[in-house]
């Protein structure tokens, strides 16, 4: 399972090449992907007037992972853990401790906001290509 970090999102919907095909070879056979509630939440704030259509068009190709005790316990710990040294904010924590609790990887490009030890990060192509 990998849960879709927002930058990702992001790039996908404005068109960036690797975004487009990274997302449609994973739709077509890869492994399931997630969105956790927070990524949408990040995501829908960023939405423009007229880009309604595209954007929920765009959030019904994942599963939505809500958050829970579990999760939110996860997250605590990770701000306790990381928040003075790595200045990880609320939102990455909880999309973080989604990943944990269920197993999944994190795709994102931005990598600096998960220093986790026991989450799989993977950056399926850099900024800008």
Do not use: C
């Amino acid at each position: 399972m990998q849960l879709i970090d927002t930058d990702i999102l992001i790039d996908h919907f404005h068109g960036n090449p690797s975004a487009l095909e990274f997302l449609a070879q994973q739709l077509e056979g890869g492994e399931p992907l997630v969105l956790s509630v927070i990524t949408v939440t990040k995501f829908l704030a960023g939405m423009r007037s007229g880009e309604e259509a595209k954007t929920e068009a765009l959030l019904a190709l994942f599963t939505l992972l809500d958050i829970d005790e579990p999760i939110a316990r996860q997250a605590g710990a990770y701000l306790r853990q990381y928040r003075r040294s790595h200045r990880i904010d609320l939102g990455d924590a909880l999309i973080a401790a989604t990943a944990n609790v269920f197993g999944a990887s994190v795709v994102t490009r931005n990598t600096k906001h998960y220093p986790m030890t026991d989450i799989k990060i993977v950056t399926p192509y850099q900024r800008g290509t």
